[in-house]
Antibody, heavy 123, light 107 residues
Framework: QVQLQESGPGLVKPSQTLSLTCTVSGGSISSGDYYWSWIRQPPGKGLEWIGYIHYSGSTYYNPSLKSRVTISVDTSKNQFSLKLSSVTAADTAVFYC???????????????WGQGTLVTVSS | DIQMTQSPSSLSASVGDRVTIICRASQSISSYLNWYQQKPGKAPKVLIYDASSLQSGVPSRFSGSGSGTDFTLTISSLQPEDFATYYCQQSYSAPPTFGGGTKVEIK
């Protein structure tokens, strides 16, 4: 049973870069047609897709965040990572990693999700 | 981006009630629509994928229907553990987008 766990600093200063890692256990990150994804949820608000990295190495970023986002994978550690640059208070959110399930070669739904980690942007 | 609109944004219901949540897409998304349940302080969990397919392990009182632009999530008999927020999400075109959520509360 695949499980995901986010890790990283809970507090980031404005204008700095937010960095998070998602560790995958119970399965290899490089096997299977999956889209390893990041999603965020500001406190008390809804869900926003950040982006994903396909097991082939290709990436897709939400155009609203594209200029500030990088998602990468470290297959040796069975991890994938998120970097979000030039953060402001508006980036304060719970960040989730999740596995995107593919069907007919395209992303379809997310399962499972990590438990989420709150990142606060404040000086 | 495809906009997903859920209604109502919240509802109050009693245990045993039949509950229906609506999700409307700003353009046709065929059947590329998923439903998630999120409990307070927890990550979302997929209930229904591809509009009407029940995720393994999800109780059969949950069902989904619809295609094109209009979709529904139905809980046939609300149970105490079903009080949560429900989100729809389209995967027809990138970026994937979520509805604003429907909070199901105890009456």
């Amino acid at each position: 049973q695949v499980q995901l766990q986010e890790s990283g600093p809970g507090l980031v200063k404005p204008s700095q870069t937010l960095s998070l890692t998602c560790t995958v256990s119970g399965g290899s990150i490089s096997s299977g047609d999956y889209y390893w994804s990041w999603i965020r949820q500001p406190p008390g608000k809804g869900l926003e897709w950040i982006g994903y990295i396909h097991y082939s190495g290709s990436t897709y970023y939400n155009p609203s965040l594209k200029s500030r986002v990088t998602i990468s994978v470290d297959t040796s550690k069975n991890q994938f990572s998120l970097k979000l640059s030039s953060v402001t208070a508006a980036d304060t959110a719970v960040f989730y990693c999740a596995r995107g399930i593919a069907a007919a070669g395209t992303f379809r739904w997310l399962d499972p999700w990590g438990q989420g980690t709150l990142v606060t942007v404040s000086s | 981006d495809i906009q997903m609109t859920q209604s109502p944004s919240s509802l109050s219901a009693s245990v045993g009630d039949r509950v229906t949540i609506i999700c409307r897409a700003s353009q046709s998304i065929s059947s590329y629509l998923n439903w998630y349940q999120q409990k307070p302080g927890k990550a979302p969990k997929v209930l229904i994928y591809d509009a009407s397919s029940l995720q393994s392990g999800v109780p059969s009182r949950f069902s989904g229907s619809g295609s094109g632009t209009d979709f529904t999530l139905t809980i046939s008999s609300l149970q105490p553990e079903d009080f949560a927020t429900y989100y729809c999400q389209q995967s027809y075109s990138a970026p994937p987008t979520f509805g604003g959520g429907t909070k199901v509360e105890i009456k």
